[in-house]
C-alpha cells in the first residue's frame, strides 16, 4: 500500500459511498464501474482498449506487486478511466520492472483509490448490475459529487470503438506472405495481432471507419473483426460494412465486440449485460469438438440467445458453461466465425489459440 495522506472517495449511482486513500493521479473521474477476477495481468487489463469509460475493480487483494514493464501493454496508453483496489502497490519485485503502479498511473493521469472493500463492491455489483460511479481525491463532497455523476452518460447506446480506434493504418509481418489479412480496429489489442503475424499473416490494420472500398485495395484474403468497448448496436459504420464484407465470401474471423457486430449483421440483436463477464477463469465449452477451454473474457454486452437460436443460417459454436451465454457462432454456408471471449488471452490460459490457426487454415484453403 501507498499509505497516502490524501484521502479519496468513491460514489456509486445507487448512492453508495466508499472512503479510502489516492493512488496514481489526483483528480476525478467517472465511468462505468465493473470488475475483473484475475489475479495477475493487471497491466495488459489496464491497456486493453474494451476497457475505455470503464472505472476497474481488481478483485485480488495485491494489485501492482510486480511493478510494470514497458512491453506488457496492449495498447499505447492506460485505457480505464480510474482504478479500486484493495491494496495497490508502490513497491514491487520484479527486476526486470521499468517503474512502479503508482507512477504509471500518475504518468498516464489515471485516478485510483484503494484501501476499500473490493469484495463487498464486487458482491454489489453482481447484485444490482453495473452502474456509473465516480471516484475523486480533490473533493469528500458528496453532494457535488452525486451532481457530477448525474451528468455521466450510461453505457448502454454508447457507441466508444471510433474513439479508440487508430487514426491512421499500419501494417504488420511480412509484406511476401501469402496470407493478408484486413484488420477492421475498433479498439484491438497488440496481442491478437502478433497472434496472427506469428501465424505468418502479413496484416494491415484500418481505423474504424474507413470504407470497404479503401481497405478492398489492400487486396486481402481474410478479414478480422476487432475486439472494443461501449455498445455496438449504435455502430452502423460497423454493422453495415461487416455486411459488406460478408458478401465477398471471403474467411471472416470476429472477437469479442467483433462478435457482436457479425450477430448484428445477420440480424440478431445484442443486449447490456447485468454486470459483464471480465477475468480469466471463464469456462466454454466448444460444441463443434465437444472440449471445453477456459477463457479470457472482457466484455459488458452479449447476443440475444434466443435469436441466435431461432436463425436458420447461424450455428452456435460456443457457449458459456456458466450461465449458458452465446459465446461463439459460425455463419453457415460462409467462412464466417466468431467468439465472445479472447482467445490471444494476454493475460489468462492458452487454451482457445487454436482459433487463430483455423482462421489462418480457413484462409489458406481458399487460397489453393
Same mark, same amino acid.
Given at each position: 500500500m501507498l499509505n497516502s495522506p490524501i484521502p479519496a472517495v468513491l460514489l456509486l #449511482?445507487? !448512492? +453508495?459511498?466508499?472512503?479510502?486513500?489516492? %493512488?496514481? #493521479?489526483? !483528480? +476525478?473521474?467517472?465511468?462505468?464501474?465493473? %470488475?475483473?477476477?484475475?489475479? +495477475?495481468?493487471?497491466?495488459?487489463v489496464f491497456t486493453d482498449p474494451s476497457y475505455f469509460g470503464q472505472i476497474l475493480i481488481m478483485n485480488s487483494a495485491h494489485i501492482g506487486n510486480y511493478g510494470v514493464r514497458d512491453v506488457d501493454v496492449e495498447s499505447d496508453s492506460v485505457k480505464i478511466s480510474g482504478l479500486i483496489g484493495r491494496n495497490l502497490e508502490d513497491g514491487y519485485s520484479r527486476k526486470l520492472a521499468n517503474g512502479s503502479l503508482n507512477e504509471y498511473l500518475k504518468k498516464h493521469?489515471?485516478?485510483?483509490?484503494?484501501?476499500?472493500?473490493?469484495?463487498?463492491?464486487?458482491?454489489?455489483?453482481?447484485?444490482?448490475?453495473?452502474?456509473?460511479?465516480?471516484?475523486?481525491?480533490?473533493?469528500?463532497?458528496?453532494?457535488?459529487?452525486?451532481?457530477q455523476l448525474a451528468d455521466v452518460p450510461n453505457m448502454d447506446g454508447l457507441e466508444l470503438a471510433s474513439k479508440v480506434s487508430t487514426t491512421t493504418a499500419y501494417e504488420l509481418g511480412d509484406k511476401n506472405a501469402s496470407v493478408r489479412i484486413a484488420v477492421m480496429d475498433y479498439g484491438v489489442k497488440k496481442n491478437i495481432l502478433q497472434c496472427m503475424v506469428d501465424r505468418?499473416?502479413?496484416?494491415?490494420?484500418?481505423?474504424?471507419?474507413?470504407?470497404?472500398?479503401?481497405?478492398?485495395?489492400?487486396?486481402?484474403?481474410?478479414?478480422?473483426?476487432?475486439?472494443?468497448?461501449?455498445?455496438p448496436a449504435p455502430m452502423d459504420y460497423a454493422i453495415n460494412t461487416v455486411k459488406e464484407i460478408l458478401k465477398a465470401d471471403k474467411p471472416v474471423f470476429g472477437i469479442c465486440l467483433g462478435h457482436q457486430l457479425l450477430a448484428l449483421a445477420n440480424g440478431i440483436p445484442t443486449f447490456k449485460m447485468h454486470h459483464g463477464h471480465r477475468g480469466f477463469n471463464h469456462p466454454v465449452k466448444n460444441l463443434i469438438s465437444g472440449r471445453s477451454e477456459i477463457t479470457t473474457q472482457n466484455h459488458g454486452f452479449g447476443v440475444d440467445p434466443e435469436?441466435?437460436?431461432?436463425?436458420?443460417?447461424?450455428?452456435?459454436?460456443?457457449?458459456?458453461?456458466?450461465?449458458?451465454?452465446?459465446?461463439?457462432?459460425?455463419?453457415k454456408g460462409k467462412p464466417a466465425f466468431s467468439v465472445q471471449y479472447h482467445p490471444e488471452a494476454t493475460p489468462g490460459p492458452h487454451d482457445s489459440r487454436y482459433l487463430f490457426d483455423e482462421f489462418i487454415s480457413m484462409i489458406k484453403e481458399q487460397l489453393n
Amino acid at each position: 500500500m501507498l499509505n497516502s495522506p490524501i484521502p479519496a472517495v468513491l460514489l456509486l #449511482a445507487d !448512492g +453508495t459511498v466508499a472512503h479510502g486513500q489516492a %493512488f496514481g #493521479a489526483i !483528480g +476525478t473521474t467517472t465511468g462505468e464501474i465493473c %470488475f475483473n477476477t484475475g489475479m +495477475t495481468g493487471y497491466q495488459e487489463v489496464f491497456t486493453d482498449p474494451s476497457y475505455f469509460g470503464q472505472i476497474l475493480i481488481m478483485n485480488s487483494a495485491h494489485i501492482g506487486n510486480y511493478g510494470v514493464r514497458d512491453v506488457d501493454v496492449e495498447s499505447d496508453s492506460v485505457k480505464i478511466s480510474g482504478l479500486i483496489g484493495r491494496n495497490l502497490e508502490d513497491g514491487y519485485s520484479r527486476k526486470l520492472a521499468n517503474g512502479s503502479l503508482n507512477e504509471y498511473l500518475k504518468k498516464h493521469n489515471i485516478v485510483s483509490i484503494e484501501g476499500v472493500d473490493t469484495r463487498a463492491l464486487v458482491s454489489q455489483i453482481r447484485t444490482k448490475g453495473a452502474m456509473n460511479c465516480i471516484i475523486s481525491s480533490e473533493t469528500t463532497d458528496i453532494e457535488l459529487l452525486k451532481k457530477q455523476l448525474a451528468d455521466v452518460p450510461n453505457m448502454d447506446g454508447l457507441e466508444l470503438a471510433s474513439k479508440v480506434s487508430t487514426t491512421t493504418a499500419y501494417e504488420l509481418g511480412d509484406k511476401n506472405a501469402s496470407v493478408r489479412i484486413a484488420v477492421m480496429d475498433y479498439g484491438v489489442k497488440k496481442n491478437i495481432l502478433q497472434c496472427m503475424v506469428d501465424r505468418g499473416a502479413y496484416v494491415k490494420v484500418f481505423p474504424a471507419k474507413t470504407s470497404l472500398e479503401e481497405v478492398n485495395q489492400f487486396q486481402p484474403n481474410g478479414y478480422f473483426i476487432s475486439n472494443g468497448p461501449g455498445d455496438p448496436a449504435p455502430m452502423d459504420y460497423a454493422i453495415n460494412t461487416v455486411k459488406e464484407i460478408l458478401k465477398a465470401d471471403k474467411p471472416v474471423f470476429g472477437i469479442c465486440l467483433g462478435h457482436q457486430l457479425l450477430a448484428l449483421a445477420n440480424g440478431i440483436p445484442t443486449f447490456k449485460m447485468h454486470h459483464g463477464h471480465r477475468g480469466f477463469n471463464h469456462p466454454v465449452k466448444n460444441l463443434i469438438s465437444g472440449r471445453s477451454e477456459i477463457t479470457t473474457q472482457n466484455h459488458g454486452f452479449g447476443v440475444d440467445p434466443e435469436a441466435v437460436r431461432k436463425a436458420e443460417h447461424i450455428e452456435i459454436t460456443h457457449l458459456n458453461l456458466n450461465d449458458q451465454s452465446i459465446e461463439g457462432i459460425r455463419v453457415k454456408g460462409k467462412p464466417a466465425f466468431s467468439v465472445q471471449y479472447h482467445p490471444e488471452a494476454t493475460p489468462g490460459p492458452h487454451d482457445s489459440r487454436y482459433l487463430f490457426d483455423e482462421f489462418i487454415s480457413m484462409i489458406k484453403e481458399q487460397l489453393n
